[in-house]
């Protein structure tokens, strides 16, 4: 059974940073590449950022220069850095990972929620 484990969120006041950590088996790490999905009260589950098995990263408009995904091959654990928080950030951020391409997730962490609010 392969296990995406998100750590990281909490409440955070709006401009300040965050960093979210997933954590999985080395197998899954080293053939898959792999994504952060959030989901705000009342709305759909979005994509954020992706990144590929060789590191090359993908991020949607609404967080390009204020976030950083990556991933550390030592610890198996793909990051996400956000920074310049926003109350619109606010959601259930959730690690996935693929096999396929276009990207399309085959395997769901719990989630993790974040809250950015003064």
């Known amino acids: 059974q392969v296990q995406l484990v998100e750590s990281g969120g909490g409440l955070v006041q709006p401009g300040g940073s965050l960093r979210l950590a997933c954590t999985t088996s080395?197998?899954?790490?080293?053939?898959?590449?792999m994504a952060w999905y959030r989901q705000a009260p009342g709305k759909q589950r979005d994509l954020v950022a992706t990144?590929?098995?060789?590191?090359?990263?993908d991020y949607v408009d609404s967080v390009r220069g204020r976030f950083t995904i990556s991933r550390d091959y030592t610890k198996s654990t793909m990051y996400l850095q956000m920074n310049r928080l926003k109350p619109e950030d606010t959601a259930v951020y959730y690690c996935?990972?693929?096999?396929?391409?276009?990207?399309?997730?085959?395997?769901w962490g719990q989630g993790t929620q974040v809250t950015v609010s003064s």
């Open positions: 996935t990972a693929s096999n396929s391409r276009p990207y399309n997730p085959r395997y």
């Open positions: 080395a197998t899954v790490f080293g053939a898959y590449d």
């Open positions: 990144i590929t098995i060789v590191g090359s990263p």
